[in-house]
């Protein structure tokens, strides 16, 4: 199943996302319901609550007096956090049970309101984040909520800058305008990326490409793009490795100032290829299927021709991915190191490059074209880049 983690800041349109997906199939995990249902009367929950809180904060109905709760923990950091340790675990488990009672074939959307905050943006193939602009949010919390636009700009005040939330989204939806506008947005994230990032990753295969070759100029997001995918499998393998992998930012996309496909490569060392094995399960769980097939790296003038490697593709189809998995230390893994740091540290190379590429792309309208034409060009790269290692003393380094 496919897991979407969807959030956005008071008054920007979460709630009316969330129906509008749930209209079109999707399974709905409200966590602001759950945070609700599992301090309920009768809950262990509410238990906790009362034996840290004191009786005063149960109403006479037998459920939380909420604003009394409120009062309690209102510019109280350590009582915020002892409330927050007894519902944020039962909401947690509670979600797990509901996403594993949805369907294979499920796209499971958790709205969850903090989930930048919380630090759980990783534990999902995509996040989504609802956007407006601070202004047409006070319009609506007035309009809706009864709230005076003191209240309800200190309210947004008080969450996580919408800048911060933007940055953990690989999907932003921008609601400025009515619900006809919301809807269409809606309409072509379910159409063009969930259903086919659903059906890509229960089948195990990653997005098709169209073979068409796309060079186009540097966008400064590609790191925190790859950041965001390298965060996602660092999640999906700490049970396996015990601790982060070793996954780093590789490639063209990684260099800043260089035209690319906007493809990211992305590279994770392994201690032999039996290891790369063990974990493909985890990785195509994560939407990173294995690419079928044999893969070799040119060992561009080190000690053997070619050296195997394993190729993870992303199921995603809105973010090209492939993912190496190399054996540290091998020349694979030494050359994507050091062209990358050579690159960024010696401008002329990197201007050569770039004018290079654009003249490929001249030539070349399909990727296997392209691809053929630069291999003159990396054995050149190889060689340079193996002197100014020499002379700087240049160490490989996954930082």
Known sequence: MLKVGLTGGIGAGKSAVAQRLAARGAVIVDADRLAREVVAAGTDGQAAVVEAFGPEV??????????????????????????????????????AELTAAAAPDAIVVNDVPLLVETGLAASYHLVVVVDADP???????????????????????????????????????????????????????????????????????????????????????????????IDRIRHALRPLLGGDADVTHIGSTAVPGLPAKDLLDLMLAVPTLAEADRVAGALGEAGLPRRPGDWYDNARGMPGQTWPKRLHGNADPGRPVNLHVRVTGSPGWRFALLMRDHLRAVPAAREEYAAAKLGWAAQHGDVEGYAEAKEPWFDAEAAAAHNWARETGWRPSTA
């Not at 800058?161 to 619900?179: E, F, H, I, K, S």
């Open 135 to 229: 202004a047409v949010r006070v319009r609506r919390l007035v309009t809706t909520r009864g709230m005076s636009e003191e209240q309800a700009a200190a309210r947004i005040a008080a969450q996580a800058d919408d800048a911060v939330r933007r940055d953990a989204a690989d999907v932003v939806l921008t609601n400025n305008g009515g619900l006809g506008e919301l809807d269409a947005q809606v309409e072509r994230l379910w159409q063009d990326r969930l259903r086919p990032y659903e059906k890509n990753l229960r089948l195990g295969r990653h997005a098709p490409a169209d073979g068409l070759l796309r060079v186009v100029p540097p966008d400064p997001t590609w790191p925190r793009q790859a950041q965001r995918v």
């Open 58 to 95: 149960l109403g006479a109905d037998g459920e939380l007096d909420r604003p009394a709760l409120g009062a309690r923990v209102f510019g109280d950091e350590a009582a915020r956090r002892r409330l927050e340790g007894i519902i944020h675990p039962r909401v947690r488990a509670r979600t």
